[in-house]
């Protein structure tokens, strides 16, 4: 299923990235329904050679959150189900088959920050901001933000974002922990590609790990945690690809840690 709306490019030289572009610019690339199922389609069937993905907005705008133009009156069964697809879509994006690096510009309100909250990382250029204004819309975060925007910010500072419509730039935004990345204004595309065909070269189990059970662990009871983590360590070592990482090293053949 295509959607005018969005496009998906292969690349890396063995097909390991995925680039998914929002392509609504005159719209400020507000998400449709159609879009939102666009997006989980594109998660759910990726090919196989993808080891990365990066998310993209074409236009000076990450993504204006919810197309407002299809908010009607829905009854509170609609509603429910309305939020439901939105969650079944960034669900595949952050618990998809690979890590997601988003690239933010401009605005990242509404359902844009939730949807950049799905993703893994996110890398901002100096032009971004951040906003929740369904506060001032007569409306709550229904894409999954309730959840997620607190684990990056804390639920004080959303609170503060929905309550007086606070909107972050991109230095603050970073010093909070909406990004991870802050870089010069152009250049968030660039620099998400190269994360994302480094994260491409880790071992395919460990970036598994890190995107399936790293979350699942967080939210574990300490003692289950540790559990967890124990299993998932003993899987990922055991895999022959793992033996052979370690081996370079110990052989003087791998890359050092280096703070340069
Ligand atoms: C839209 C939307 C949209 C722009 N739905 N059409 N989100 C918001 O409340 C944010 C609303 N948007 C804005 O505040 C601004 O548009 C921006 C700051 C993002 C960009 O400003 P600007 O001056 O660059 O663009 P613009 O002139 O406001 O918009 C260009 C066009 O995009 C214009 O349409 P046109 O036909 O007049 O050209 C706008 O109407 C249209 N547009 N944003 C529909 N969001 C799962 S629940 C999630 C709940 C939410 O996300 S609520 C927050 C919604």
Request: charged share 20%; proline share 5%.
């Amino acid at each position: 299923m295509t959607h005018p709306d969005i496009q998906l490019d292969i690349c890396g030289d063995e097909q390991e990235v995925a680039v998914v572009r929002l392509t609504r610019g005159a719209k400020r690339n507000a998400l449709s329904d159609g879009l939102v199922l666009a997006l989980r389609n594109i998660f759910e069937q990726l090919p196989a050679t993808v080891r990365a993905a990066v998310i993209d907005g074409e236009g000076p705008h990450f993504c204006a959150g919810l197309d407002l133009s299809e908010l009607k009156e829905r009854d509170a069964g609609a509603g429910l189900h309305h939020s439901r697809m939105w969650h079944a879509a960034l669900e595949r994006v952050q618990y998809g088959p690979v890590p997601v690096v988003a690239a933010l510009h401009g605005a990242v309100v509404g359902g844009g920050l939730e949807l950049a909250s799905a993703c893994h990382i996110r890398v901002a250029d100096e032009t971004t901001f951040y906003a929740l204004p369904e506060g001032s819309r007569g409306i709550f975060v229904g894409g999954g933000g309730a959840v997620r925007i607190p684990r990056l910010i804390g639920a004080a500072r959303m609170t503060d974002m929905m309550l007086t419509g606070r909107v972050y730039n991109a230095q603050d935004g970073e010093r909070i922990g909406l990004a991870q990345y802050l870089v010069p204004a152009g250049t968030a595309f660039d620099k998400a590609l190269e994360l994302a065909k480094r994260i491409a070269q880790n071992a395919p189990l460990t970036n598994y790990a890190l995107v399936h059970a790293l979350p699942r662990i967080a939210e574990q009871p300490a003692d289950q945690g540790y559990m967890t983590e124990a299993l998932m360590a003993a899987i990922a070592q055991s895999a022959p690809e793992a033996k052979q990482r370690v081996r370079a090293f110990l052989d003087g053949k791998a890359e050092k840690v280096s703070k340069d």
